[in-house]
């Protein structure tokens, strides 16, 4: 079975879990997260695993959120599955 990462719904939701901090003080807050590779991801850098796991702990986002099966609309847990 093939994933796919929804990165902009994980770059949505650290956006809205900084609200208004600086990458400097968002990334003192994400432990193993420098505010350079914050500020790649943010604009648009593909992370490594460990980045994504703790941008999607610190981040509070559902896992089901960010990663889905490929070719259905919704998660690959069964959560609104819907083919494309």
Known sequence: M???LQLDALREAVRGEMRGLSYNE???L????SKQTLHR????????LET???????SGVDICDVITEAGVQGDMFGHNPVKR
């Open 41 to 48: 991801v943010l604009a648009g850098s593909f992370p490594d």
């Open 30 to 33: 994400i432990p193993g997260v």
């Open 26 to 28: 968002a990334a003192k």
């Open 2 to 4: 093939a994933v796919e």
């Open 52 to 58: 994504f796991v703790r941008l999607v702990s610190w």
